[in-house]
């Protein structure tokens, strides 16, 4: 996380904590009680200006409201800015939800325009259809990309005309799976991967782009919406075959950026409208593609490269003109 | 004022508090250590994330000043924040002395979009001439309506080929009353309420339209600039005659909506230009128009009912959201 | 400065504070502790609501980057609003560097405005190379402006078909002087302030114009880039002979302005494009032009007058409202 | 609370809170979730240096302790001093227990030597054997004194030639009542009251020396361990027949003493032995009693005047002194 | 102070500060609200942990129960440690008043024990009948001294068998003056210092002692209860004579030591008897004299030297170990 | 640590952090910045009130200081409080050095009364010569103990008719070792645990009573001045033999309850004569012994298992009283 907030430029730092337990056995009343025991330790190490926690897997808006609400007991005061990924109702940010999506989505745009490609011109195939990858597909699909593939773990839809998305978003929403969807044929997850495609959005999970399967990738353009879905062994491969690689730290950050909007937002008490959330977060994407590029280029290193060179600059270079206290 | 700030979705809540006293009997150095006084017993109760107060009858910017500078020397610096309705060079907004007659304006602009009339063809009676009435007139009269009747408690005036309001206002001014000015003749206050026109705005006092006149109100449109200036029974009444009204909670918020403008501005130490804040209020009563008119079309009741829901709604879902904190 | 924030009516006020010692004799690591001591003396008195330290004469944005650090480890957290000048990767804002420069330029264009000029008819002597001088050069260069002369303190250049500021630069980017320099002829310092043109701006040192020169001076406009260029002697002079001189307390807040945005900045957490941070500069450069022109035509008075007189009042008028806690 | 604090001269005021409920019908854990609530409310408002809440009827050791946790949690350190009435173990007082029957007995003391008596020659009858009534009986039955009778709500005892209280207090921890112990004859509670003694201690309910019985009292002394047993009326009565009566705010001051001397031992994070809190106890009882006898004498009415004029001269010239901050 | 405080090893150090008025041309307000606003503007200076003012010439027990005050309302809560020379009723101390003519007293029984002498053989001249004199007189005449002169700026007494104090006292309290008193005869102030007798007390103004007189006092004990009664010159001359002297930072250290008491009763909220602040007051002079008088037989110096030597010793090895805080 | 300050009924908890260093390669700066960062570091984590320092192995009374600086930095103000084991002149105890080893003769005072024994009659062989060791054996000489053997490391001494305490406590000063002293004969330090002997006291290192000495110890008295002088298996056949063990949780507590009386003094700003402090410790000291006795006859268990039993009940019944703050 200390990278990928570096390589977008936002004031944020990297750590995980959490509580071993199994929620799917514990009542709503057991959660919350546990939830508020554990922001309290936390007082003193949590708070606007120290550390603002977010929601990860088995947790959500209900779990971040209950900390908000804790810490702010405490404080004798409502204290939005002490997290994010609060429900919106107590200071949480519009366009939060789609915000990864959207980012994987100007990714893609400033990639093409790099390699002097067009949107209609550009099939994407997207593996995962959860919250990236579905909300990648559509804001792709609106803006005139041809989606043809969507991969899911049990299997995928795949259509060389390119696949009708809003469509597809709404059967879903009704049968709970894409799979029976009829503006698609079926096609097998692996094999998408290696489908010919201009742009390949691996957005489920870990390593599947791998020394078994990367020589075989047709696509010119590989944006990481998962984290870590190319192993380093894949990594060289698609170097050799000069695949465009935009990667995870960069790629997948636009949900770290609307965290830090959310952030912004409770601080000043003022909420932003939904277009202000997606310019400044294009905005942010944008550059942030700039200087990655540039520094691959400056460097004669590949984009993942640069992007953690970038990164880690950034930081050593901060630590060190603040140098050490005593 | 917990429902108008929830119907406009601005995060301030409701409360009120005052000292039983006349300041007319009251030296300028009494006012002010009584005001002091009262300020420090309240320290530990307000504060820019607490409770913001703001002036009502009988207190005005020199008494939110002297709060602010009471405040300010017991947390040991400067806290704008801590109340609105200061003084435009210690903290106060641009704007805000006209917000909540341009309010009124925007909801009529509204109300009569949604019932397919225009600027031109709207004649407006509006009886009050008060903060609330008279820049709802000055506001209205620029932008193209026909304002043919103002009502002041002792009488008003009535031209069915619109008031030369600039004119009224400067007259006003001068001579500090309405009366005598040579661009209208003269009509009785209450007959002005039943005037044809098509937008009424009550913009006085409380209970002016009540069973004894509702049914004789020809106004299309009501806009209730004042609070409570129409009574449950005139309101069913209205509601058999299908007239449009905007209830008080929404129609005359923006007062409130210019207090926590201010209040933004006192966090961010940064000030709004006037256009900025009259677009962020507009933007502001524009959307909280559509949900009330949505609200009360899907759920069949009328507007103010309509308000009152969507306001309930919001508190009661935020209290269940946040939780008890034992 | 209390005055110079005034009329550019910003909220900040002024003092001054330093250690004497000879920082050129001081080893980094001396330098370092000497001013983590410092700060941490001072904690009580400075914070982003109360005193915000920027640098000045020998000291650098490491000097504040220390600041902010000692400041930050004794309130637990990273408090960049505390003081400015900082670096950006720290809090600091874009634009600041030019923002002294860009101002005097933008004093200049109201300026000729005023007075019915146009940039390509005006031109432009300016008295000193350094950051203010420079930047001002490039920044009016290339909005058309011909700048046909620069004076150093060891000699100036001089061009009656305008200098190319840009070549300039370079040369003195690449030589360290801009002696030597080929697109222009050497002049005199002294020489040069007495020379025709439309606008000097003394951009150096005090007391340059003075009442031995200052009836020989040929601009129509004088724009003091430096604190206290014109002695009160020489602005009688100046007066009679009906030069349009805008004095330093105005003419040269675009520094002290950026500082103020990069305190709001720090405060939102959230930072301008630079574009942003000119845009507003302009806002407020121009908007105190017309405060201090209107008050000096208002009262009679020159724009030196005016614009004490402007601070002035509004410092005592805001210390008056405030009143005094017993 | 605020005069018998002043009478004993110790640095606590007055005042009570409570929450409407029936704590009989409440579980343990719905006692410790609303005790919990409710001293989280009160956060602001309490504290050692602020308001320090004993426990009254219906709470007990128990509810001290939540309510220390609680406040403690929001400190975010233990903070003992909050409350007083706390358990031994968690910083109450030794002594506190008995602290209230003590005092009394050294009420009695100080008012035979005022009195020219002696223990051995004074017969006690003690009406009430609950908290104050038992622990004055037990301690003066150990100090010499013939405690000839004992009455309850429901019939005392008598025993001319006095009650062994220590073997009473055994039989009644056995037994959980006093009736049918050997050692005495069963008497009336009323007749107790005027049966022939030298010390009456009326130590459990309001007006029971009334202008019923008061011309029958028969004792010399008359010490009240309940808060104000005597009436109005009465006090007349007994004022004539120069009965010499120990007022409530001086008798029962033992309990709040205790109280106080707990906040100072939390405060100094250092516990008393036993025979330090007695000894203590006995030297502000000794001097207030010393103080209010004075009074009377100096200013000639009766004890009890003398105690609130007293108390009231303290408090008030305390507040004369401090003055108003404006 | 800083050396005074560190001679009897108590833990404050030395600070003086005041407002430039004549508070004998004020009325009771203004000097109320000049000591409210004097002490609002040294809120982060002052604080039971930091700075403790007490009151010196032209400022009473009053002035710092208004300081008290004004601090109190600031911190919210009643600091009575952030002052002393309070009010008993308001956190002052017992014995505070006499505190300073005690230290003499007690100086004055160890240096006789020094020296071999008594009480009651030991005639003592006292220069001064001030707070200081007039006590160390009545405490020492009650202990069996035989106090022979008395002297005041306008003339003396004199009575070789010893005046009766405790008469004088009395006397004075009625007539206002020492003059006219029967138990003995006149004496020049000037030549009182020379006149014959075992304990000279100077405890009026400075520099009574010098080259003019010092070779013609008899004393065998000089003990000074003002500040710098002696000159350097004259130490000298008494050096060579052999008097023994107690310099003023140890003998009149008994009205700081009692300022510190003072706090820690408040500190602690809890209160001592006189007895208890007198016996405290001897324990730290005597072992403060036995410091002194150790030092200066080790260091073959002077009593004043060796208290000097002794208090910058004490400073300057804690700041060592201390250290700074880079 | 925790249980044997619930042993000795001392409201500290136990806790251990530290540095991994070698502080012999280190220069004093070093050192000095170390303990800074540390310290500063832990700045949330201490606190008079929250967790409260004291020195170990490696750590001495100027790392102490440098602690208390750091944090007072930090609070911006002195706290002295804030940890124990400082110096004296900047808020130690005294009596804190010999304390450990009083208390281990407090406790063998106790053990001889309870087996009726005398000090006169009472051989004692003492394990270590370090701080506890040399303390206990001085002070045990002093008060008649006879002290028989004193082992070292690296060989010991033996004088069946008692040795010296005070000369060798010279000779050690003077020679560096305890070797080579006349007044005993050399004895080996294995030996010696095994000599005949009324009270052993090991106060070196763990383990030195184990399986394979304990039956051959001889001594009826075994106090423990180390911690954790005796296995488990030799803790069994002491048992068996009748060995009246003191445990370390009790014997050697004196170090801790020194710690806590410095912070008390520390927290009163009020420092106690060292005969204070031994009266204190030695109340502590006999009170606890007599927890223990008693706990283990009414339980029937050995001394070791009551410490421990009584420890345990003390906290968790706070605990349980406490309850758990949501």
Redesign the interface.
Known sequence: MTWKCAVVNI?FGGAKGGIICDPKNMSRGEL??MT??YT?EL???I?P??DVPAPDVNTN??TM??M???YS??M????TAVVTGK?L???GSRGRREATGRGVMIICDESIKKNNMTRENSRVIIQGFGNVGSNAAVLMHQAGYKVVGIGEWDGGLYNSQGIDIAALWEYRQKEGTIHGFKGAERAGTEELLITDCEILIPAATENVINSGNAHKVKAKILVEGANGPTTAAADDILGDKHVFVMPDILANAGGVTASYFE??QD????FW?ESVVNSQLE?IMVSSFEDVVRYAEAHHVNNRIAAYMLAID?VA??IK??????
């Open positions: 004031p919350e009680r508020r025991r309290s007082i003193e190490f708070g200006e120290k808006e209900q409201a209950w908000m609400d804790t007991m405490h004798r005061q409502t204290v429900p109702n107590m200071g952030w912004v601080r000043q008490g003022y409208k905005d950034r270079y901060t003109q603040r140098g050490i206290y005593a």
